[in-house]
């Protein structure tokens, strides 16, 4: 099937990149295999991580088909964007179809990126990982590959403002070594395997990063154990389920 919205789609991305003079730095980029299917499990501190963990898949030539919560795909200006590239919709009240279609792509030589945690970290930590990941790599006998990313929540995170225009922010896309589910029998060993690289990766961008708050006021985008102003984890959780408090279920809509 040719590819008529992906292409176009990021270079438009990479144009506004370049108009922004982001500081976008890539490393590990080798790790994404050129062909065959593949699991990109990325850290998520964003709304807009799903763009930057796709650039660090095109220097292989790879297009990610992202996991997304399927309001994405209903919405008039996303919508048809998010279909034409081929991405999965994700329903939370259904996700067995979900994980299939996931699993079907894979095994079709896809690469699919998915945001373990579920939703986006307050604290900027990585939270507790969901076990589709792993179950989906398993299922498809393709490798899983960590992706750290840092700076991205500084154009848009949860309860800041987008700041899309931000200009000279740098951005830093690290991509770890693919973890074979085959030399991990146990599930539970590899859930844990992933986590604990995972988080050292993300530790390790978070410390490499080259810039610093500009004042007592800049402070947000920063973990707390470094020093930011970022809730704790303990402190994202609590705010994390007041919000689920507040939205009503899909019943009561």
């Known amino acids: 099937m040719p590819e008529l919205v992906y292409p176009p789609v990021i270079a438009a991305a990479k144009t506004l990149f ?23 499990a990325s850290n998520h501190v964003s709304y807009l991580d799903f763009i930057f963990a796709g650039l660090g898949a095109n220097a292989s030539g790879r297009l990610v088909r992202f996991m997304a919560k399927d309001s994405v795909f209903t919405h008039k200006i996303s919508g048809p964007l998010m279909r034409g590239m081929r991405h999965i919709p994700v329903d939370r009240q259904a996700g067995a179809a979900s994980f299939r279609a996931a699993v079907s792509a894979l095994k079709q030589g896809e690469v699919v990126g998915v945001f ?20 989906m790599a398993r299922s498809a006998k393709v490798p899983v590959l960590p992706v750290a990313l840092w700076g991205t929540q500084r154009l848009w995170t949860k309860g800041r403002p987008r700041t899309l225009t931000r200009r000279h922010t740098p951005i ?66 609590a705010l994390d389920a ?9 019943n009561e809509r």
């Open 172 to 237: 830093t896309i690290m991509i770890g070594e693919p973890i074979n589910p085959a030399d991990f029998p146990d599930p539970n060993v590899l859930a844990a395997e992933l986590t604990t690289r995972l988080s050292a990766l993300v530790d390790r961008v978070q410390r490499d990063y080259p810039d610093t708050p500009a004042g007592p006021d800049d402070t947000w985008w920063q973990p707390s154990h470094l020093g930011g102003s970022a809730p704790t984890p303990e402190e994202a959780a």
């Open 18 to 40: 370049r108009v922004l003079d982001l500081k976008i730095t890539i490393e590990g980029a080798h790790h994404v295999p050129r062909t065959g299917g593949a699991v990109l």
């Open 116 to 135: 373990p945690e579920a939703t986006i970290s307050r604290s900027f930590t990585v939270k507790e990982l969901k076990s589709g990941t792993v179950r």
């Open 242 to 250: 007041a919000a689920e408090q507040r939205t009503p279920s899909a």
